[in-house]
């Protein structure tokens, strides 16, 4: 059986995209009931974007709504209008959690600010994601991960070499944007067992901003403690850094690439000359104790360079399996699909899409119990108002006059 710590926990969800929405997700594979409440007739704007599919159709399963989403349950709610804010009172008065990333004139103008939630329960923890944070000039602005997380944190600046005709890009669509919701579901998590502890509920604040910081962490402390900052290497850099041989990225023969990440030149040098048909290197008096090898590190690195360019990516990747040190293939999307260890491992899991089809998704990077989770597939726009109005206690006339007024979906 599958371990569900949030199990019996409920959470109101007033949120979209991808950075907040995507903690709902973690939490509802935890065993969460998590509603998702959506605009009364656009829904989340997210619903209207495609990203990454290849333009290919898939029915109602759009990776973009589904990563961040599954396991919910969806309310069309307009809660502009009386009858849509009182119902999402009544769904919060016996709620454990709020998450919203809404900006905060609107948070003020729909009244859904903490003080407005917490009138109607006041042991309800608030959640909320951000672009910049509560405080400051920017506090009221939004931002994405592309703008805030990326380019603003540092991290565009730390893989773009300084030759580059170009500012590199996010590898992947919503990229910090999910790592921020992981930070987001871990920070609920800490204030439930704080609430359960103390009895004091919490406000949580995470942002694009704060996220993004803390992926940075080690260069901006490095460059505070030291006032200088390393730029990344220039394009034509040696594939290795310069004082080690075996921390670099190898071009294969046929363009492919291969990384080592060995932070011990000395212990691991001998078994890479031995795996890379160069073991006259390992009692040349250039490279035979760990001093001299880090010493002439761009020369050893060289032959590693070479020897790796001589055969093509699959001989590497079959050939390295006995070799000691860290090493990885740089892996396609699609290869990482296909990783034996992604399977071995529950990292990437079945989910039943809405026409009856199975699809497959990445797991969220916890397990509990050695156990995957078992994943659901993210609501259907406004699929689950009426269930959810009728566990309100609404009669089916109330539901009726609730869609003649605009308030629900």
Not at 2 to 24: I, L, W
Request: hydrophobic content about 40%; some cysteine.
């Amino acid at each position: 059986m599958v371990f569900q710590p949030m199990k019996d926990m409920k959470m109101v969800e007033v949120a979209q995209y991808t950075f907040t929405p995507s903690a709902g997700a973690v939490l509802a594979d935890w065993g969460a009931d998590v509603i998702k409440v959506e605009h009364a007739v656009m829904g989340d704007a997210q619903r209207g974007i495609q990203i990454g599919t290849g333009g290919v159709k898939a029915g109602s399963f759009q990776p973009l709504m589904e990563h961040p989403n599954r396991g919910k349950r969806s309310i069309g709610l307009a809660l502009e209008t009386p009858g849509g804010h009182e119902i999402l009172m009544e769904l919060c008065r016996n709620a454990d959690v709020f998450l919203t990333n809404f900006l905060p004139d609107a948070r003020k103008r729909l009244r859904i600010e903490v003080e407005d939630i917490r009138a109607v329960n006041p042991n309800i923890i608030y959640a909320r994601g951000s672009g910049h944070g509560q405080r400051g000039a920017d506090a009221a602005k939004g931002g994405y991960d592309g703008s805030t997380f990326w380019c603003r944190m540092g991290s565009a600046w730390g893989t773009t070499p300084p030759d580059s005709p170009r500012i590199i890009q996010q590898p992947a669509g919503a990229y910090g944007d999910s790592m921020g919701g992981m930070t987001i579901a871990g920070g609920i998590a800490g204030a439930l067992y704080a609430r359960e502890r103390t009895g004091e509920p919490s406000v949580v604040d995470i942002s694009l901003m704060s996220v993004g910081a803390w992926a940075m962490g080690l260069s901006i402390g490095n460059a505070m403690l030291s006032g200088t900052e390393q730029a990344p290497p220039p394009l034509d850099a040696p594939m290795n850094i310069a004082v080690n041989p075996t921390v670099g990225t190898f071009r294969t023969s046929d363009g492919r690439w291969i990384n080592f990440t060995m932070l011990q030149p000395g212990r691991y040098f001998a078994d890479v000359c031995k795996h890379l048909g160069l073991e006259h290197l390992i009692d040349d008096e250039r490279f035979n104790t760990a001093e001299k090898l880090m010493a002439n590190a761009l020369e050893a690195g060289q032959y590693i360079t070479e020897a790796i360019a001589s055969k093509p990516y699959s001989y590497w990747v079959e050939h390295l399996q006995t070799m000691e040190g860290q090493w990885a293939p740089v892996q396609s999307p699609l290869e990482i699909a296909a990783d034996p260890q992604m399977e071995a491992n529950g990292y990437i899991l079945p989910v039943t899409d809405a026409e009856g089809n199975e699809r497959r998704l990445v797991a969220n990077p916890v397990q509990f119990d050695e156990t995957p989770p078992v994943i659901r597939r993210a609501p259907q726009f406004a699929e689950h108002t009426d269930e959810i109005l009728r566990e309100l206690g609404k009669t089916e006339e109330e539901i009726i006059q609730l869609k003649i007024d605009g308030a629900v979906t």
